[in-house]
Nanobody
Framework: QVHVVESGGGLVQPGGSLRLSCVVT????????IGWYRQAPGKERELVAQ??????????SVLGRFTISRDFASDGAKSAVSLEMRNLRPEDTALYSC?????????????WGQGTQVTVSS
């Protein structure tokens, strides 16, 4: 199966930076797109950034401030997706969650982590 664990959230002042990490374990040949989503209180969950075979996509609100990247372990059983966040704004405050979409034998399935809280406040 696939396990997803996020880390790296916290409290930061406006203009500050944070780096979120999403560690995915499982057979990487069954892992497709990995994305970061966020949900603020009273709002719907939204896609922040995603990466598919090196191709990245960002929400307009974070373009130029956030960078998503992916590293692979040599054994093909682990991958880490990072979200580098710069020039953070109060409106970036949300619970950030990592989403993994399955392919091949896991086609049609999605896996989520528990989320990590990001709070931007002075």
């Amino acid at each position: 199966q696939v396990h997803v664990v996020e880390s790296g959230g916290g409290l930061v002042q406006p203009g500050g930076s944070l780096r979120l990490s999403c560690v995915v374990t499982g057979r990487m040949r069954n892992i497709g797109t990995i994305g970061w989503y966020r949900q603020a209180p009273g709002k719907e969950r939204e896609l922040v950034a995603q990466i598919t075979e090196g191709i990245t996509r960002y929400a307009d609100s974070v373009l130029g401030r956030f960078t998503i990247s992916r590293d692979f372990a040599s054994d093909g059983a682990k991958s880490a997706v990072s979200l580098e966040m710069r020039n953070l704004r109060p409106e970036d405050t949300a619970l950030y969650s990592c989403n993994v979409r399955g392919i091949n034998t896991l086609r049609g399935r999605e896996f989520w982590g528990q989320g990590t809280q990001v709070t931007v406040s002075s």
